[in-house]
C-alpha cells in the first residue's frame, strides 16, 4: 500500500481546511480500507474499482451512512490526486453514492433533561474525593445543558477559560476555530464550586485543563465523560440508552429554538460551519410537535 500518498493527502486535510484528529482519523480508516480492498497502486484505481468496492462495503453489512462518508473520503483523495498531478481524471466523480439516510438527533424532552439536572444538583453526603467528583458531575451537566458543547471541547477545555467568574467561555471547536457562548446562572454557580475543589487538589491544580485526569491525554477523556453522563441518566429516571454527551448538545439547540431563539444564533453558539447542519433541529421540533398533538389530542385516535 502507499501509505505516503494517503498521509499527503491528511497533511493537506490538516494545513489547507484545518482538519481536526477525529475528522483524520476517520479520512485515514476509510482511505486505508479502499487501499487494502484495491491493491499497492490504489490511487490508480478507475471507476470500476471503486463500484467493486462500494459493492463490497454493502456485502459487508455497512450501513448507508458509513458507505456515503467512505465514497466521501475517496472523492476528497481522488480530486487532491488530480490537482497534484498524480492522475489526470477523477473515478469516482461520477458514481451516485448510497446516499446518507436522514436521521433526526436523539434528544430529551425539557423534563427529562430537567431530571438530569435535578440528580446532578441533588445534595451529597460523601467527603473528600467523592464529593470533589460530584461537583465536577454538576458542573460538567450544567455545562454540556448550558452551552451545548461537544463532547471533546468539554474534556479538553481549558481551566483559564473559565477563572475569573466569567460570563461567556471562549471555545476551540472544529479546525480550531473560536466561538462564544454564554453562561447561564446555574452554570456559573457549578463552575466556581469545581473551580475551588479542583484548585485544593494539588495534583489537578497544576493541570493546565479544567477536568484534569491522571490518563495519557491529562483531561477527561470522551469515553468517561459518557460514562458519567449516562450514569446520571439512570440515577434520574431516563432510559441511559437514549443519552449521550451529545444527546445534551442536541437538547441544548432544541429547546432554544422551542423557546424562540433565532436559528443562526443556534448555528454560531454551535458552532456549525453550514445553517443547513442547524436546521435539522427544526424538524427535529417538528417531528416532536408531532407527536404531541398525535398522543395528547382528543382526535388522534380516530
Not at 498531478?85 to 469516482?92: I, K
Not at 467568574?165 to 454564554?182: A, F, M, N, S
Not at 456559573?188 to 489537578?204: C, I, M, N, V
Not at 424538524?283 to 398533538?293: G, K, M, P, S, Y
Request: aromatic fraction near 6%.
Amino acid at each position: 500500500m502507499d501509505a505516503a500518498r494517503i498521509e499527503a493527502f491528511l497533511e493537506a486535510m490538516q494545513a489547507e481546511r484545518g482538519a481536526a484528529a477525529n475528522t483524520l482519523t476517520a479520512y485515514a480508516r476509510d482511505l486505508g480500507d479502499f487501499a487494502e480492498f484495491a491493491g499497492r497502486d490504489f490511487w490508480r484505481a478507475d471507476r470500476a474499482r471503486v463500484e467493486a468496492w462500494l459493492a463490497d462495503l454493502d456485502a459487508r453489512g455497512l450501513g448507508q451512512a458509513t458507505r456515503a462518508r467512505r465514497l466521501s473520503a475517496l472523492r476528497q483523495f481522488f480530486r487532491f490526486a488530480l490537482t497534484e498531478g498524480w492522475r489526470d481524471d477523477d473515478p469516482a466523480a461520477r458514481i451516485a453514492g448510497p446516499g446518507a439516510a436522514r436521521r433526526l438527533p436523539k434528544t430529551l424532552s425539557e423534563a427529562e433533561a430537567g431530571a438530569m439536572l435535578d440528580a446532578a444538583r441533588r445534595p451529597r453526603r460523601e467527603t473528600g474525593a467523592a464529593a470533589r467528583d460530584a461537583l465536577r458531575l454538576t458542573c460538567i451537566m450544567e455545562l454540556l445543558y448550558a452551552t451545548g458543547l461537544r463532547a471533546t471541547e468539554l474534556c479538553a477545555l481549558p481551566v483559564a477559560a473559565a477563572r475569573g467568574d466569567p460570563r461567556v467561555l471562549l471555545v476551540r471547536g472544529k479546525g480550531g476555530k473560536e466561538r462564544i457562548t454564554p453562561l447561564t446562572g446555574p452554570s456559573r454557580e457549578a463552575l466556581a464550586a469545581w473551580l475551588a475543589a479542583r484548585d485544593a487538589d494539588p495534583a489537578a491544580a497544576r493541570s493546565p485543563f479544567l477536568f484534569p485526569s491522571r490518563g495519557k491525554a491529562g483531561h477527561l477523556t470522551r469515553a468517561r465523560l459518557w460514562q458519567l453522563v449516562t450514569g446520571l441518566a439512570a440515577e434520574a429516571g431516563v432510559d441511559p440508552a437514549r443519552v449521550s454527551p451529545h444527546t445534551l448538545r442536541h437538547a441544548f439547540a432544541t429547546h432554544l429554538l422551542a423557546h424562540g431563539a433565532d436559528l443562526r444564533a443556534i448555528q454560531a453558539l454551535l458552532g456549525h460551519a453550514d445553517l443547513a447542519t442547524t436546521e435539522i433541529y427544526t424538524h427535529v421540533l417538528e417531528a416532536r410537535l408531532r407527536d404531541l398533538v398525535l398522543t395528547h389530542h382528543p382526535m388522534a385516535g380516530d
